[in-house]
């Protein structure tokens, strides 16, 4: 059973394009919701958060909007960089659980010069 | 300051074979956490630890073992490996910070392949 559903699973976007990947989750007791960029050859690392309470949340080129009736949120990079080319996992956790992540399938996102 | 470190990052086993994978961190963090990763499936978490002495079963613990007989270690085990277990294996640690979720921090992984 996945949790937390992503797409899409592969993404091509030209430089200075938006990029944006989807994810859908099921668990309502979910409170946290974390994207994470991972390089080849690299483990992922913390790119944005967020928590339900708010519906967006910026950092730079980077945006999380969060549809808490619909149970979706997305990121969104503007300005898209070939820097940018890594791959993508949304997750989903809750407090009182270990800090354990529920990751979705993951997204690589390809930017072309 | 090397952060989280896995040991080692490729290793080929064959059927029935054991190994046990090490995960380091040098930041004093109270959980730590294996992953698995494959391809169109994310990651997904095997063991986990929230203090020294304590594991807990992840998403896809069978096959697998763990230890944390160290705060700063955790040890993720193989008895007998089978092909299914081929993965790139992730270890990630976190700080407990009661009321606020902490950001996992990942080793650059460990590419195990079964014949």
């Known amino acids: 059973q996945q949790q937390v559903k992503q797409s899409p699973q592969s993404l091509i976007v030209q430089k200075g394009g938006i990029s944006i990947i989807n994810c859908a989750y099921e668990?309502?007791?979910?409170?946290?919701f974390p994207w994470y960029q991972q390089f080849p050859g690299k483990g992922p690392a913390l790119l944005i958060a967020?928590?339900?309470?708010?519906s967006e949340k910026k950092e730079g080129r980077f945006t999380i909007s969060f549809n808490k009736s619909a149970k979706q949120f997305s990121l969104h990079i503007m300005d898209s960089q070939p820097g940018d080319s890594a791959t993508y996992f949304c997750a989903a956790s809750m407090l009182g659980q270990g800090g354990k992540l529920i990751f979705g399938q993951g997204t690589e996102l390809s930017v072309k010069p | 300051n090397a952060g989280v470190t896995q040991t080692p990052k490729f290793r080929v086993l064959k059927t029935g074979q054991s190994m046990t994978l090490l995960c380091a961190q040098d930041m004093n963090h109270e959980y730590m956490y294996w992953y698995r990763q494959d391809p169109g499936m994310g990651l997904r978490l095997i063991h986990y630890?929230?203090?020294?002495?304590?594991?807990a079963k992840g998403e896809v613990p069978d096959g697998y073992n763990v230890s944390r007989l160290k705060k700063q270690n955790f040890l993720l085990g193989l008895e007998s490996a089978a092909p299914s277990q081929t993965s790139v294996y992730f270890c990630a640690s976190s700080y407990s910070r009661g009321g606020n979720h902490q950001p996992q921090h990942f080793g650059d992984g460990t590419r195990l392949s079964i014949l």
């Open positions: 967020i928590r339900p309470d708010v």
């Open positions: 668990n309502t007791a979910f409170d946290y």
């Open positions: 630890s929230v203090g020294e002495g304590t594991t």
